[in-house]
């Protein structure tokens, strides 16, 4: 009768027999197995490593959309519009100036809008010229518009220098923009750069005070600046009537 050691004995020699010796020092190396091996390691760190490569050519698509070129048609407000500034002429965000006054000061609500050809503050947001910036608001007071009241903007409204007509036309479709989405009753401006850039005179032509019809229909008045003012006194009067006469035409809108 087999003995209990017999029986272990005879077990350890059948897993042995399938398994292979249970010491490492002899233990037969099965090349076959061990590239099996590493074939599904190298398919299992595959599988893995490319998870997040699918990730990062979505986020790169997403990129690619946020740094696209800004056109005017996205813009549904003049908060987008303003906010998008120096996305839609391609600019550095430190050509614009934090202060909002680089592009636009007053209600965005306002019945007038009050146009310069180029913004009136410099690179620390002080008014360039005083004496005339005091001047247009005592004009402005006597007919009763007090200038903070109107929207005030420019053609041109950052300090970048682009002396080309692209960036020149840019400007202009960016201020339509402002106008279309402004929807003001009028216009007022007293630089005859402006009429000229809005397509309305030539260039170098002499412009009529008054009133002036934009491609809109939009009406844009024309009259003797500021700073004309100080340097001829003499045409105040023809300001003070101009300036009567449109405080008079909006009271009829």
């Known amino acids: ?67 696209a070129v800004w056109t005017l048609s996205k813009a549904n407000s003049l908060d987008d519009l303003h906010a998008n500034y120096a996305a839609f002429f391609e600019l550095p965000k430190t050509s614009v100036h934090p202060s909002s006054k680089r592009i636009y000061t007053g209600p965005t609500d306002a019945a007038v ?42 053609l041109s409204k950052s300090q970048t220098k682009a002396d080309n007509a692209e960036f020149n036309e840019k400007e202009v479709a960016f201020f339509r923009k402002q106008m279309e989405l402004l929807s003001p009753k009028l216009l007022l401006c007293f630089n005859p750069k402006i009429l000229e850039r809005l397509a309305i005179i030539q260039e170098n032509e002499e412009p009529k005070r008054g009133f002036h019809t934009l491609a809109s229909g939009l009406k844009i008045f024309y009259t003797h600046s500021p700073s004309h003012l100080l340097e001829k006194p003499e045409l105040k009067r023809e300001a003070w009537e101009d300036l009567q006469a449109f405080r008079k035409f909006l009271d009829s809108l």
């Open 1 to 67: 009768m087999p003995s209990i050691l017999d029986d272990i004995a005879e077990s350890l020699a059948w897993d042995q027999e399938v398994y292979g010796p249970y010491y490492h020092k002899t233990y037969p190396v099965d090349a076959s197995l061990v590239v099996e091996e590493k074939l599904n390691d190298e398919v299992i760190e595959r599988e893995h490593s490319e998870q997040p490569v699918q990730e990062s050519v979505a986020d790169s698509v997403e990129l690619q959309e946020d740094t």
């Open 113 to 154: 809008a009050l146009i310069f050809n180029k913004t009136i503050y410099d690179e620390n947001n002080q008014l360039r010229k005083v004496d005339a910036y005091t001047l247009l608001t005592k004009m402005l007071s006597a007919i009763s518009l007090p200038i903070d009241s109107l929207f005030v903007t420019a």
